[in-house]
């Protein structure tokens, strides 16, 4: 059917969210915030897969080994789903990652476990703060990246398998409770602070961050994300048996 000539049209969407990555990549700094994301989340996938290896040899079972060996294989699997993707929108995936490299190394080195059980409350904690953090992000994103970020986001299993060992540990010795307090609360810390250091360190990342690409400059809502990644850790503190 013919269109008349005085018909109203309805304009496209200037907001990210509504498009898709084809539409949305057209705009030079949103696709280097994208391919800043991409390499950050590729590394942090990567860190996780060693991570979880190097916590499995402190496993006290066998079971336990095989069970984190496991979500470490599932954690390389989302690593090869992000840098696939970096590949197909032509960028280099170690080239990506490596502005994250060093922030994320140090972060993994000052908050290293001690212990079976510190290891498992630095997983549960500091992977769903970056994840709450990511998920955060994937609002403001292209309707393609979106999907992307929330796949590899996905539970690989850790989060309830830490929680029921750190909280069978504590009521097999409640003393363990004051300490592995302390470590989340510690963990928690580090980890909003890093987050916040990478992100002031790219201007494109930051500026997608506060919604200043297309949709608006909002920094009270980048305080208010903050502030609800700060109440979903105290809820899972909670889930641990542990006080936030």
Not at 49 to 78: N, Q, W
Not at 145 to 150: D, H, I, K, Y
Not at 168 to 184: N, T, V
Not at 201 to 209: C, K, W
Request: aromatic residues 6%; charged residues 25%; negative net charge.
């Amino acid at each position: 059917m013919e269109t008349p000539d005085n018909a109203t049209q309805t304009p496209a969407s200037t907001k990210i969210a509504d498009q898709d990555w084809a539409t949305a990549s057209a705009e030079p700094q949103y696709r280097a915030a994208v391919v800043d994301l991409l390499g950050a989340l590729a590394y942090g996938e990567l860190a996780a897969f060693e991570r979880l290896a190097e916590d499995a040899k402190l496993a006290p079972t066998l079971g336990d080994k095989a069970a984190l060996a496991k979500m470490a294989s599932a954690e390389f699997h989302h690593f090869e789903r992000l840098t696939d993707r970096l590949t197909a929108i032509e960028v280099e995936p170690t080239g990506a990652m490596e502005p994250f490299a060093k922030a994320l190394d140090d972060f993994h080195r000052q908050t290293a476990p001690s212990d079976w059980l510190e290891g498992l409350v630095k997983a549960y904690v500091g992977d769903s703060i970056a994840s709450d953090f990511y998920r955060e992000v994937a609002a403001r994103l292209d309707s393609d990246t979106r999907s992307l970020v929330l796949a590899v986001l996905d539970d690989t299993g850790h989060g309830n398998f830490a929680v029921e060992k750190v909280r069978a540990a504590i009521e097999a010795d409640p003393r363990l409770g004051g300490r592995l307090a302390l470590w989340a609360r510690r963990l928690m810390g580090e980890a909003l602070s890093q987050a916040q250091r990478v992100v002031a360190d790219r201007d494109a990342l930051s500026t997608m961050l506060v919604g200043g690409v297309a949709d608006g400059f909002d920094l009270a809502e980048v305080g208010r994300m903050f502030s609800r990644i700060t109440e979903a850790h105290t809820k899972r503190m909670a889930t641990l048996g542990l006080a936030a």
